[in-house]
Every structure is written in structure tokens, then in C-alpha cells.
């Protein structure tokens, strides 16, 4: 069973994405902010998939990213990132810097499981 971290700052949210991927059968975690996300990553284990929000308290998305990219043991994991306020600019550079991904805000179900899917390899068959 694949396993998706999630850090968003918004209940509102992490439930959407819980509801939008409860068809793909994975084991999800979720935090509240990117610390809280990067003790996740280091203390439970692999993850095969991180989602973040970039707008978060105490470690923003963009420092989680960076935290994740830099870490020898986390590096080569997919890092889908979610925003409701980002410019294109900062969209290019995060996907330049090796995030899978960046799924605007309000989140499109069907976008974020195809996307999720792409992520972890096409195993996920997204459901429409």
C-alpha cells in the first residue's frame, strides 16, 4: 500500500484530499505545518508521496521542499505542491527545483488524483 503524507495548515483541506483519494486505497498521514511534516518524513519511515501546501505556519511549503530536496534519505521522493495564492514565477522555480507537481487552489478532485497518480508512477488508475 503506497503511503501520502500531507501537510496543509487548512482541516477544510487535508478532508478534501482525504475524500479525493480515499478511491486510490492509500495510506495517508497528515500534518499541520512543515515541521510538524518534516518529523513525519524523518521519524515514520518512507513515504511514497508528499503533497504540501505552500502557504503553511512555521515551515512554509517552499522550505519543506527545500528541507526534503537537500535530505540524502528523502530526496528522490514526489513532492506534489498545492497553493491558492502563488505567482507563476514561484510555480516555475518549485517545479524546477524537482517537485512532481502543482495543483492550484480550489483543488479539482479529478485533477489531484490524476496528478497524484502521475506521481507515484501510474500505478493509481484515477478515477473519474
Same mark, same amino acid.
Given at each position: @500500500?503506497?503511503?501520502? *503524507?500531507?501537510a496543509d495548515d487548512d482541516a477544510s483541506i487535508r478532508r478534501l484530499l482525504e475524500g479525493a483519494l480515499a478511491p *486510490?486505497?492509500?495510506e495517508l498521514h497528515f500534518c499541520s505545518d512543515g &515541521?510538524?511534516?518534516?518529523?513525519a &518524513?524523518?521519524?515514520? #519511515?518512507?513515504y511514497d508521496l508528499l503533497i504540501t501546501d505552500v502557504k503553511m505556519p512555521v515551515m512554509d511549503g517552499r522550505q519543506l521542499v527545500t528541507a526534503v530536496l537537500a535530505d540524502a534519505d &528523502?530526496? #528522490? @521522493?514526489?513532492? *506534489?505542491v498545492t497553493s491558492g495564492i502563488v505567482s507563476g514565477r514561484e510555480v516555475t522555480d518549485l517545479l524546477h527545483a524537482g517537485v512532481c507537481g502543482f495543483l492550484a487552489k480550489p483543488l479539482n478532485l479529478a485533477a489531484v488524483r490524476s496528478d497524484v497518480s502521475a506521481c507515484l508512477g501510474g500505478i493509481f488508475s484515477p478515477a473519474v
Open positions: @500500500m503506497k503511503r501520502i *503524507l500531507i *486510490l486505497a492509500a &515541521l510538524h511534516a518534516m518529523d &518524513l524523518r521519524c515514520n #519511515g518512507a &528523502l530526496a #528522490g @521522493m514526489p513532492i *506534489l
